[in-house]
Each structure stands twice: as structure tokens, then as C-alpha cells.
T-cell receptor
Framework: DADVTQTPRNRITKTGKRIMLECSQT?????MYWYRQDPGLGLRLIYY???????NKGEISDGYSVSRQAQAKFSLSLESAIPNQTALYFC?????????????FGPGTRLLVL | GIQVEQSPPDLILQEGANSTLRCNFS?????LQWFHQNPWGQLINLFY???GTKQNGRLSATSVATERYSLLYISSSQTTDSGVYFC???????????FGQGTTLQVKP
């Protein structure tokens, strides 16, 4: 969805470098998520945030950190990148209405760590 | 945690054929979504369908919550349908989507 944008779309970096991936949304959703996808696999949750003051670890948070700067912005950082962090990274947003909740994904960021 | 299994893992079709993709999950869910990931990596929402049946053009989906499965039907397949189809579910109030491994579909002209 164009309402969820990610920058950069592609990035090549070297082992040990710090890198930040940014996500912005215009949907007005409170909930935001970061996932990574490895080749041939489904997406796995790294971190999620239900509002600006709420940050939670997902299933694979080691080596990552996040910052929720505003309702519309959620950044993912790799403090010291390593080659096995090479993956496709997705940001997503959602809004919970009762028990209903649909997640909307950004276009993804392809990261290569050399 | 909830386990999500999709079948078949791979599917090759001739253009115009119909197909059924299946998603089984191990516990009750509040949310089930089907996504299509195109060859460029973009994830496209197809359906939000924790229960019942929905249709959108050549695609339709049915979820039977009590039996813990969902089906995605693709009719009159086209080459643009190629890609990976993911089922993802949320259990409880976490909001966290748990993805299956996907079904890779190739539609040949």
C-alpha cells in the first residue's frame, strides 16, 4: 500500500556498520510492526509497537533495536550489521476494531550485509 | 505458539486452470489474512477472513474457524497470479501475525 512507505528500498552495507531502516505511514494506525523475510520462508516478527510509548520484542529481536518517533514513524536499527541479517525487511501497520485487525505492509527493504 | 501450515508448497498451473490453496492452523484465531507476494517482493492484501466466505474477482476464500483451516481459490489463473501466497493468523490479543511458509505458484502461458 502506498500509505506505508519504507526507506531505503535497497541497501548494501558492510559487516559492523550501523544501519537504520525507516517506515512511515499515513493511515493513522496506532500499531506498527517490523518483520524480516528470508529466502523461501514466511515473515518473522522482529519488533512491534501498539502506540508511541509501547515497544515490544518479537520472536527474533536479537541484534535489532527500534524507535517509535511518532504515531506515523517506526524505525528499525541494526547496531552492528552481520551477514546473516541479509534479508527482506517489511514494515506493517494495523488498527484494531473490536476483534478485527487487518495488517497493511510497506513495499519492503532489501538489505545485503557483506 | 500457533502453528500455520500451508499446502501445497509448490504449484505449477497452465494458464486458465483453477487451483485451491490450503492453510491449516493449530489453535483458534481472531484474524486470518491471505497475501500474495509478487515476483518483485511486494506483499499484497488479498483477504481478511477469520471466518466465512469472500470473493474478489477470480479469487475467493473460505475459512472454517471451528475446523481450523482456510482455503484460497484461484479460478481461470493468469500468469500475473504467479508468486507466493501466504496465509497468516493472529491468536489472542497480541496483534502479531504468524505466517505460514507459503505456496509458490507458477502459472505458465
Amino acid at each position: 500500500d502506498a500509505d506505508v512507505t519504507q526507506t531505503p528500498r535497497n541497501r548494501i552495507t558492510k559487516t559492523g556498520k550501523r544501519i537504520m531502516l525507516e517506515c512511515s505511514q499515513t493511515k493513522g494506525h496506532d500499531r506498527m510492526y517490523w518483520y524480516r523475510q528470508d529466502p523461501g520462508l514466511g515473515l518473522r516478527l522482529i519488533y512491534y509497537s501498539f502506540d508511541v510509548k509501547d515497544i515490544n520484542k518479537g520472536e527474533i529481536s536479537d541484534g535489532y533495536s527500534v524507535s517509535r518517533q511518532a504515531q506515523a514513524k517506526f524505525s528499525l536499527s541494526l547496531e552492528s550489521a552481520i551477514p546473516n541479517q541479509t534479508a527482506l525487511y517489511f514494515c506493517a501497520t494495523s488498527e484494531r476494531q473490536g476483534v478485527m485487525e487487518t495488517q497493511y505492509f510497506g513495499p519492503g527493504t532489501r538489505l545485503l550485509v557483506l | 505458539g500457533i502453528q500455520v501450515e500451508q499446502s501445497p508448497p509448490d504449484l505449477i498451473l497452465q494458464e486458465g486452470a483453477n487451483s485451491t490453496l490450503r492453510c491449516n492452523f493449530s489453535d483458534s484465531v481472531n484474524n486470518l489474512q491471505w497475501f500474495h507476494q509478487n515476483p518483485w517482493g511486494q506483499l499484497i492484501n488479498l483477504f481478511y477472513i477469520p471466518s466465512g466466505t469472500k470473493q474478489n474477482g477470480r479469487l475467493s476464500a473460505t475459512s472454517v474457524a471451528t475446523e481450523r483451516y482456510s482455503l484460497l481459490y484461484i479460478s481461470s489463473s493468469q500468469t500475473t497470479d504467479s508468486g507466493v501466497y501466504f496465509c497468516a493468523v493472529v491468536g489472542g490479543n497480541t496483534g502479531k501475525l504468524i505466517f505460514g511458509q507459503g505456496t509458490t505458484l507458477q502459472v505458465k502461458p
